[in-house]
């Protein structure tokens, strides 16, 4: 009986961790499919602001040279295949020109549509509902509309639309390879709750409302989850995880039905039933043969079952696991690799059982640099965490992996390890390609922005003639543009410096009062237009040997971002102190905080947050990613507390000397 009580709780907690691994596993799918839809529309959009910003294109709009401006555009379908037609049309919604040209449309209105609607409305690119086309064939479509400007860089007076069409087919081609498992898949629904693509359903049949069916209203109301519905329309019972298309009011849903989605928890929990009622059949007899044993021997005996059950429990779970799993003894001898570890290595348990785990997994000429690090944690009784560990596979080839490797401990003594891998070959290879596009770009964008920065101050001080208040106006709307443009480019070329490992330090005593007025002073003229209280408390006495130049770009962003997220007449304080053999600094303000949702993003690479983005301030998203990658370089670290509305304190920890 006790064993019953014992074993019931463990099985509803297993069943329950399983439950949630395999609802966990479809909201990741969702996420993905939804963010693959994302980026798909994001990279239309950008096309779409491409084509429309060509100088010769907007000439031949302004002039009323239709026929002239689509001619430029005659390549889109073959150079983006996902595009079936281009088409212009006025500001009212009239189509004037297409390609490939189809019979009678040139002319015809369709201010009705709501692409035009979407682009009247919000004066933005805009992704349109399904809608059938009005030319033979008639078969469904999405549009993505683009306003044409007159000035692509100031948006003021629209001159046309640029619409590229895309058939439901190629939207298709998005999600269907995206592996959901058997009887499962992903669709997708425009904002009306309309079908863009399901896999039983015809794209170009008539179009389709999926708009009654509550995940979809869920996910059209910008939320994601997941739930176990019954769908009118498919005529089952599913699992159903649902993600909103974050920007397009679109919505992804990732579908399977309920009993296939829950088999493999179903399978496993059977063989759980069955190991505990084996288990049951077994204690019971034997209680009955040590029914006068003494209470010290029962005890023993109930200890050994709860242990049995947790190792076999653990060795399920890791057994199971698709993550790469080592356990080694406290010698770093292996015991036991899962069959994703022979699967990523392509080695079996019997080849490696017994052997010392870096002389199996690490080549030669790099235990070196892995083993110190390793034995410092291990002294420490610490978690060994790294990602910048090469490993070597049965057949030679290397690849670099992601390696957590924890102690197991009773009383302070290691037990043994557990080591969790992670191939990470191809994210490091996408992060390169990212990094070194982003350092060929900046640099090839550097010289013409400073020319350019050079020949609107020359217009501005007059030297090639006088220019007229309305031209002065647009000159320094330009010159702020030009000068935002160049410390963007900056700064990307900073990250990039960061990324490749190719920022060196140059060590010197720094005195933290000049450099504070220094930078006080670079930023005066921004906070006295804010009439903002700026407070700066350094003790005249204090210095630190580091780098100044990085020092100060760390610096320099926190301020810069105080000034900017603070309300007119608010206030912004940086007090340093030292505390033993580091150096503390706080960056505080009065600003519009961080919401608490968002906080985990703050360092993210072009992440900004929403009430950011709402204050309309010039940004990257860059700088705190390198306020946190220049003060690792410093051996420092970063924290920061945060309240939407009341304001937020970014505290900079730094040793004395790197």
Known sequence: MPLIVLLIPIYNWMEHDLTQATLARRETIASLSATVVQERLDHLVDVGRSLAGRIQFRTFIAEGKWGNAVKILESVPSDFPVIERVFLADTDGT?????????????????????????????????????????????????????????????QRALGILVLQVKLESIMQWIRDIEVGEAGFVYIVDQRGHLVAHPRFPVQDDIIDFSSVPVVQN?????????VVYNPIEKEKRLAAYEPVKRYGWGVIVTQPEDLAFLQRNSNMQRVMGIYIFALLISTLFALRIVSATMKLRVAKERADRETANAHKFQQAVSASLSATVITDSETKIHYINPACEKLYGLTLDEVKGKEASAVFIPSDQQSTFEPRFIEKIIKGEVFDTDELVSLRKD????????????VKEKEQVLFFVAIIEDITEKKRVDQAKSDFVSLASHQLRTPITALRLAIETLLKGIVGSVSEPQRDILTRAQRYAIHLAETVSALLYVSRVEAGTVRLEEDAVKLDVLLKEIEDEHRTEFEIQKQEVVIDCPSNLSIHTDRKLLKEIITNLMSNAIKYTSAQGRVSIVLSQ?????????????????SHLQNQIFTKFFRADNAQKKKTDGTGLGLYLVASLTRILKGTISFTSEENKGTTFTLWLPLSV
């Open 396 to 407: 030679g080839s290397r690849f670099n992996t992601h390696v957590t490797i924890y102690p």
């Open 579 to 595: 505390e033993k053999d580091k150096i503390r600094i706080d960056v505080t303000d009065t600003g519009i905080g961080i919401p």
């Open 219 to 227: 996910a059209l109301r910008g939320q994601r989850g997941i739930s």
């Open 95 to 155: 189509l004037m020109a297409d390609t490939p040209e189809l019979p009678g449309v040139r002319g015809k209105n369709f201010a009705d549509r709501d692409w035009y609607r979407g682009i009247d409305r919000t004066k933005e690119p805009y992704v349109s509902e399904v809608y059938k086309r009005s030319a033979e064939p008639r078969y469904n479509v999405i549009a993505i509309a683009i306003p044409i400007y007159e000035n692509a860089q100031v948006p």
